[in-house]
């Protein structure tokens, strides 16, 4: 019964987007809303039913519907029980279609009678939600009803069928995303980012349509963007941690195609956040502009079908599915259809004011432009090429790390330095004595970071270089602020409070770089300094990492509802093998109904570094655990909340009759969010 | 710029449609045409090795299993029968257990049967598995009287395919790569 | 103080700082990488065949730690990292090494990564250009601080110096990191252990030996050691140190000199089975070829040494005169047929 409810909700909500689609075109001319009042409310309202009614069939082990059969079962906990409504293939794509829900909800608000461009964007929106809808009621249903159970789990479904069966129990969730909390945050974070580009794309595309390419969709979607794209970030950050928690490697990112799926629309996004400032405050790049947002909407595509087609082997790809075929056409549709569109109304969009200098805030935006999409069209290029070879030559192959390291490492360098100069650059033309009298405090500070590095002993060339960098970054914003907030009267606490709440989206945006800098001498300390080793332990014995020294205390079990834990406990010691500094308990987590145990390494942070702990395998006697030490990381995570952070400062809203810009920083704009870095 | 863009597009997405429903985790032998490895493996009794070179002359068959493994499970009835039916053709059936316990090898055997003219082997720190390229279970490799290894074929097999392709070998024709079905991975 | 004072002392340390750096990259020579850097390396980029695109490094299956265990294994015994790669690609494909460099289609990845660039930055150029140079700029908007600007031409000399220094710092630093490290000369026996490539030619025979007796389990340099004594006729010590390679390996230049030296003292047949062993093992080692057709042609059994006579003399890697011997003994052959 709830299975045909929910796929009802679904076909309601397909017909609902539908009529989105067709008011919105009738009345794009006149800009009467009030038409699509209705079509609105009830699409809404069916695309979150469609998500309550997943999760209840999900809580109420609902198991003659295949998809709770597959990826739920009674002993799951309720918190993964409750993230099975996005955690697997069908699922994720009902969270995809709710959040649209949310979207087109909160779009529709904004926008009054009159309003072309709010209707045509209102109309793009009904569009993507009927593909979306219209994956759901057909090759991705996750109401379809099972028609052949195991005693655990489901072996073929069916749409609808009035001879359901039902499994005995359900096959609970895939292992590794049971294994950690984070897993239930991660996806709806990055969908949120995802989904929320839709935004601007269809601002663009309604502004090309209506022929209103001025600014205005970008002043109306900025804060979308900016908020897309902060949760994008958290997305990303939030993946990384769960991959270095949980699958016990020691790391965080490993290029695969599908990381780099989600990492091509932040780049993208972020060059795109960055050139719409140029718009907005010069009226510069405005073709530019709309090739990026196309470009990112697209990748979001692009990265949904990696994930989900199966042509790519990966950890994260869910099994191959039926809906590959239908993903490739849309995003075929959604490349061609908006690049016609935008090359119909090219010739109209004003050619505006031109680069003045290269020595400016423009001149190193655009530099950001190019290094960031560089960036991105090496990471489509790396990760399609061993396709695209096997196509033309039936060579095999494979890009790995080197190749994306030897990209990313100078480009990510290149970026940090422009993050630097440009952050507090005047627009237009920039004097040098000017520029030189706002950095050179700054530039002896990166030097003296760096030389401090070589003078304590650290031998690896990349930390140093990244070092000065992020130093020289954080110091010219931090001495800009002190600039500025000096020349008011106030106490200088207060100007400075003043002076980001009177320019939050230029000083959100420099919260985000400070962030950026973080990040990145945490992405050089963990991978030039870190330590690791393979160690066997009998019980008792000892052995030195690093500056630590470890001792195998005693192994021990643990029954959980829905899992098996064996675990060993590893005393750390100082190196001198005297004091006990901690004892860490890395596990093995063996899930019901699996029979590989699934390794849950364990982390012991302090603020100089990560010792990780993870167990390799071992026997009766003795264990081998994989010894990681990882200086600074906790920096990588705190770096990324910064990053953030700078997101949502930058989308406070200016107070009324902003304070007169002449003791600000008269050249600064609101909004500039962060700069790369391979997170 | 925009129509060449467009092109390009279209290629990347003819190489995407060309891959729908392969699996991208599979790819072909590089051993087939080539000597098998003599590399012995420890039998599953403990007494001692085995190695291909022993069986100088036979058709081998090698085939890798796993007590967890779904697909050896389904063959398994169909190599235990053609080893006995295509002992007097001169073959020689090695069944190589790996990335298993023991314990749940021996259950498996205990519990499906096993073939008196099949050499049961047991890969220690899965070196067997390395020399012959192993990409999942199960998968089972056609040696032929030289020494060369002539197939490979990837997911379960049926007696029929089994018996066609011992055949075949007898009879001198090539194999290459067979793919049944998917193959599991641990 | 006044601003150019500030100038001065700003300069002054932000020079010295840069000599630090520049000392820091060029006297901290990158160490040669420990065998745990070796196979940590080696294995994310080798691509683990059971685990969906994961590497060896990251998969935390049961045989991504075997096949970590056996890299760390050859890397003990003196492979070098090409070597290791090459096992897997031979037996996996060339797809399970997750590096392009091993096939000339990475060229064309980083020309196209290259014209990118390139249109990238001709596209800003053009922009910039298309202002014109008449063209009045604006007077700009806002208030400017204008407190330093007056600003001398040792200033701009100063800022230009340490503009150059950190972008010599940074391509000291790119090259350091993508070539992950050299082969510094600190202790033969060291480095042989770390499986690194070591000037053979500046050893002697005696400190080989040292070398090899201590550590037994080092093949590399066994193996070379073996061929000098080889080349110099020296067959008694040749065999003994190419038997104790092949007890740890098969390895085919241990066993194509073994089958050489077999049949020079007058045992062909055995030989044959040595230099087949050679060719199973490594089907286009040379060496093997060359002997075993001179081998086979001795034995009378000239139409089996043809077809390898021919690869020998299709072999870009044969030396001339090899190639001129191969030629006259096919001849031969055929003459008599």
Known sequence: MTALLGSATILVALIAAAAIVVQGIRNVGSGRVSALKWPVTVFVSAAFATFVILEIAILTHDFSIGYVANNTATTTPFIFLFAGGWAALEGSIVLWGVMLGLFTWLVWRKVDDGDRLGVGALAVMGAVSVFWFGLMATAGNPFAVCVEAFTNGCAATEWWTSNAVSALQGRGPNPLLQNHILMAVHPPMLYTGYVGFTVPFAYAMSALWTRSVGPRWLERTHRWSVVSWSFLTVGIVLGGWWSYEVLGWGGYWAWDPVENAAFLPWLVATAFIHSAVVERRRGMLRSWNFVLVITTFAATILGTFLTRSGVIASVHAFTQSKIGPILLTFLALVVIGSFALFAARAPSIAQAPRLESLLSRDGFILLNNLLLTVFAFAVVVGTMFPLIVEALSGDELSVGRSFFDRVAVPLSLLLLGTIGVGAVAPWRRADPAVLWNRLRYAVMLGLLAGASTVVAGVDSIGVTVTVTLAVFVIAAIVIRLIDVAMARPESFVAAAGLVIRNEPGYWGGQIAHIGVALVAISLATTSGLAVRDTIDLARGQQARVGDHC??????????DPQRQVTGVRIAVLDEACVYVQRVLEPRLNLYAGTTQPIGTPTVWTTLREDVYLGIAGGSADTVRLNVFIFPLQWLLWFGGAVVVAGGFVALRRKPRGALDASDEDASDDEDAPAEEVDV | MAIAGIAVFFAISIVFASRFGSDPSLS??????????TAPVALADGSGTVSITDFEGDIVVVNFWASWCLGCREEHDALTRAA??????GTTFVAINYQDSPGNAQAFLDELGTSPTTVYARDEGSRTAFEWG????????????????????????????????????????????????????? | MSEKTKNRVILAVASVAVVVIAFGALNNPALPPTAEERVASLSASIKCPFCNGESLAESASGVAADYRALIADRVENGATDDEIRGEFAERFGEAYVLDGSRSGWTIALWVVLGVAVLSGAAAILMLRRATGRGEVAEPQDGVEDRRGARISGRTLAGTAAVGVAIIAIGVVAATSLSSGGTDALEGVAGDVVAGNEVDLDAITNEQMEEVVAANPEVIGMRLALARRYFEAGEFGKALDHYFEVLDRERHPEALANVGWMTYLSGEPEVAVQYLEAAL???????????????VLVDLGRPLEAEPYLIEVMASPDAPDEIKLSAATLLQQIQDEK
């Open chain 1, 550 to 559: 470890f001792v195998y205390v005693e192994p021990f079990e643990r029954t």
């Open chain 2, 28 to 37: 072909s032998s590089p051993l087939i045409g080539k000597p098998a490895p």
């Open chain 2, 84 to 89: 006995s039916d295509y002992e007097s053709f």
């Open chain 2, 134 to 186: 192993v990409l999942g279970l199960p998968e089972t490799f056609f040696v032929d009287r030289d020494g060369v290894v002539v197939g490979k074929v990837s997911g379960p097999m049926t007696y029929g395919l089994l018996s066609l392709t011992i055949e075949d070998i007898i009879l001198g024709k090539a194999i290459g790569d067979v793919t049944t079905g998917e193959v599991e991975n641990r």
């Open chain 3, 280 to 294: 199973a093992r490594s089907p286009d080692y040379l060496p093997a070829k060359w002997f075993i057709s001179n």
